[in-house]
């Protein structure tokens, strides 16, 4: 039995894409905003700011422009967003966490270019990949840090994480507006003439037959063979006539 290609797309005017495009510019505000004057180090300067900046903007302009014919173009600015989060995942204590966070990236860029490729016939496996990792931000690690007084965040820490909030939520409202179609196979047929009238066809027909009518009658006729053998021996007893 063969399997039906799928496609996903998104509309322009939905309520997920525009979610999206609103948190993602966020995300870039308050990147800004946290990172500003950090960008001494060079290093600090691409991963942490120039990285999620520009995927973020790649990500809006692509959904765009490209979201209704060619989803699947976003899975470059969601790849190099997935570089960011394991770069930033490489400076924690836990060694345990760098590798759990390493593993859920991966299968965030896996899912994500399975799904907008169609090779994943469902949403709902991002959405569940982009909100229980946003949730547990916001329960495990944001709320306790912030009841924490004795080791109070920083406006520039506080600014960053804001930044990481908006992309995990503008992912998934993204995948919430994801509609799915089936692609038909296109099928290149051989031409076929199209058949003429039954009118112009017999007229077709009729002139063929008067053009041959006309070749027959402008050719020269055959002369008959029996008039041929009786002319034959009247010729040859003149021919012995004249002889001496």
């Known amino acids: 039995m063969k399997t039906e290609k799928i496609k996903f797309y998104t509309e322009r005017n939905s309520f997920g894409v525009q979610a999206m495009i609103i948190l993602m510019a966020l995300s870039v505000a308050f990147r800004v905003i946290g990172c500003w004057g950090l960008w001494s180090d060079r290093s600090f300067a691409l991963a942490q700011i120039a990285l999620p900046i520009g995927s973020a903007l790649l990500l809006i302009a692509f959904v765009w422009l490209f979201g209704k014919r060619a989803l699947w173009t976003t899975f470059i600015p969601v790849i190099l967003g997935a570089v960011f989060f394991i770069v930033k995942s490489l400076g924690f204590e836990s060694m345990v966490h760098t ?29 569940a990949l982009f909100g229980l990792p946003f949730l547990y931000h916001i329960f495990v690690e944001d709320l306790p840090a912030l009841r924490d007084t004795a080791n109070p965040v920083s406006f520039s820490s506080g600014m960053q994480e804001m930044s990481v909030l908006c992309i995990m939520l503008g992912l998934f409202c993204l995948s919430l507006s994801m509609k799915k179609t089936i692609v038909e196979p296109v099928i290149h047929l051989p031409r076929i003439r199209k058949p003429k009238p039954a009118a112009e066809q017999e007229a077709s027909e009729e002139a063929a037959a008067d053009q041959e009518a006309a070749d027959q009658a ?9 008039q041929t053998a009786q002319q034959e021996p009247a010729e040859a007893g003149q021919a012995t006539e004249t002889l001496p």
């Open 99 to 127: 590798v759990l966070c390493i593993l859920l990236y991966a299968a965030v860029i896996a899912l994500y270019t399975g799904t907008v490729f169609g090779v994943i016939r469902t949403k709902w496996i991002l959405a």
């Open 218 to 226: 402008a050719a020269p006729a055959a002369p008959d063979a029996s």
